[in-house]
């Protein structure tokens, strides 16, 4: 039977679980528990000569240690894995290999006083860390096959969603029960897209919000840090199959060993996961990227659809070209913010279940998505181009307003500053048409002035668009309908494995995983 997790996390966050644990298990005088040893680790060598803590020493010990599961990345791909795998087996050694922080030490240095813009940490606190590139997200859980991945490609329709609610479930469960779960099919609302050649896609959303969603996953983590090792600022350097076991090595040098390995790093380790696909001959295949701008309105003018559905997915057919153009993660409310990913800065935004912290605007994603045939492979590259053009000409994300966009001027500070909508990122002001090809800025305001015959005042001369943003696809790495890859015992999950571009998809997935695993367990215990 399933624990009530609001308890046991509860239990935890109070010690009673902890301290219970500790003595049922070193009562035995044979303790094979990986934590009850760094307990007992820490108790013998917890000191070293100079006085100083024994991190270092306890880390020396781990690294003997053979875990039965090493997930890599504590996305919320790796922390369902965890969770899944240590509600059913309680007596499985796993860790978690993250390269970021745990989640209080995650801190973006940007505070718009003295640190304005992204100052390129070694390790980004919005994309790394316990909660992965989702824990100071929006927090939008969308249950749907429509977008957010293809899993059900792989696990079939209706499991696919079964999955997604169970992940649901488990976050109302750890906090996010008070957060509205939206249905995304107003009949009115879908006939006036229709009518003006936009499609409003299907789907459920739970809107936890950046501050809940934070919740939730101190829950997650309070529940799991005395069941699971994790190893924060610990980065995966290389992994290889030596005896039968995959063996990791850190950047840092230190070698876990397991006896299965999850890798579930994101869209932030996608570059590490080409060279481990390569590395391990695990075939994969590259050819999409969407490219656009974010755009920023009043909160009224998308208000009608917002309210009614939170988040709306619509996707535009171009006139002009027959190019797919979407809109992503709406913002009600909301904020536009930079991210970082591999260096490169782009665009991105998020939004507060909390009205105090609430906007007058709302930003949502416009994004052109281009599929790559032969001979071109480097699909990220292409967009990492354009990102960097960006970068390189406003020294980060550039903000324009609609109408010098189509007066074909650049904007300033002083047109930004006389426009009416306030802009909630301090980017840039510059012009988009140096930066995004032709193509895709013709469909961008295409869909622009499709978007205004739905919620007036879209295509307005203040209305501000911020470039670039990117969705990088990784590349998708071949996997089984276990999500194994070619190489048994090794599973690549979330975002890094192609399949999945979403918070739900993403922890779906790693439920889906531990799934496998227990039933591979169950069927060959060794
Ligand atoms: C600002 C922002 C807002 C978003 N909003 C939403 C939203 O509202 N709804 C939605 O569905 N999606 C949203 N997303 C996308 C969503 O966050 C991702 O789809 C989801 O987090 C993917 O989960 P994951 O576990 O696959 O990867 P991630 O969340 O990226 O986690 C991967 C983890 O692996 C770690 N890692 C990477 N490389 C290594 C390595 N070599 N060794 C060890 N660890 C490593 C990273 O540090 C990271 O913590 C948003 C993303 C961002 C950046």
Not at 255 to 278: A, D, N, P, Q, Y
Not at 372 to 392: C, D, V
Not at 438 to 454: G, S, W
Request: glycine share 10%; aromatic share 8%; net charge neutral.
């Amino acid at each position: 039977m399933k624990a009530d997790f609001a308890t046991a996390a509860k239990r935890w966050l109070t010690g009673y679980d902890r301290s219970r644990k500790i003595m049922k298990v070193c009562g035995s005088g044979v303790c094979q528990q990986a934590k009850c040893r760094q307990i007992r680790g820490a108790e013998t060598v917890g000191k070293n000569k100079s006085g100083a803590g024994s991190l270092q020493g306890e880390q020396k010990m781990e690294k003997e240690m053979i875990y039965d599961v090493l997930i890599i990345g504590a996305g919320p791909g790796g922390i369902f894995s965890a969770l899944e795998l240590t509600e059913n087996r309680n007596d499985l050694r796993i860790a978690v290999l993250e390269k970021g922080n745990s989640l209080t030490r995650r801190h973006c240095p940007i505070d718009g006083k003295t640190i304005k813009s992204c100052i390129g940490c070694r390790s980004c606190s919005i994309m790394n860390g316990f909660g992965g590139a989702g824990a100071f997200s929006d927090g939008k859980y969308n249950i749907t096959n429509e977008f957010g991945g293809t899993l059900y490609e792989y696990v079939g329709e209706k499991e696919a969603i079964a999955l997604m609610e169970y992940v649901d479930e488990i976050n109302c469960r750890m906090g996010g029960a008070s957060a509205r779960l939206y249905a995304n099919d107003d009949p009115v609302i879908y006939r006036k897209c229709l009518q003006n050649g936009l499609h409003l896609l299907k789907a459920s959303v739970r809107h936890l919000g950046t501050d809940l969603n934070y919740v939730v996953l101190e829950n997650l983590y309070a529940l799991l840090k005395d069941r699971v090792d994790f190893f924060f600022n610990t980065a995966a350097a290389s992994v290889r199959r030596e005896d039968g076991l995959y063996v990791v090595t850190t950047e840092s040098g230190e070698v876990f060993r397991g006896r299965r390995c999850i890798l579930s790093t994101g869209r932030s380790g996608s570059k590490w996961m080409e060279s481990v696909c390569g590395s391990l001959n695990i075939p994969t295949q590259s050819s999409r990227i969407d490219i656009g701008v974010r755009v920023e309105v009043p909160y009224e003018t998308f208000s009608e659809m917002t309210d009614a559905l939170y988040e709306s997915k619509i996707v535009y057919r171009s006139a002009k070209y027959q190019d797919r153009i979407r809109t992503f993660c709406m913002n009600p409310h909301g904020v536009v913010v930079n991210e970082n990913t591999n260096g490169i800065v782009t665009v991105n935004g998020h939004s507060y279940e909390d009205p105090a912290l609430y906007t007058d605007n709302t930003n949502f994603a416009l994004l052109v998505s281009n599929h790559f045939t032969e001979p071109f492979h480097e699909s990220n590259q292409y967009g990492e181009s354009i990102a960097r053009l960006s970068n390189m000409l406003g020294g980060g994300v550039i903000v324009q307003r609609f109408g010098d966009l189509i007066r074909g001027q650049r904007s300033t500070k002083d047109r930004i500053d006389s426009g009416f909508v306030r802009p909630t990122l301090q980017a840039t002001p510059g012009d988009l048409s140096l930066v995004i090809p032709k193509r895709q800025l013709d469909d961008i305001i295409e869909m622009i002035y499709a978007l205004d015959k739905v919620c007036p005042s879209t295509a307005s001369d203040d209305t501000l668009l911020y470039g670039v943003e990117v969705k990088f696809y990784n590349m998708e790495v071949e996997v089984n309908s276990a999500l194994e890859t070619c190489c048994a015992g090794l599973y690549v999950i979330g975002d890094c494995s192609g399949v999945t571009h979403s918070l739900s998809h993403a922890s779906a997935s790693g439920v889906h995983v531990a799934r496998e695993i227990l039933k591979q367990l169950e069927e060959n215990p060794a």
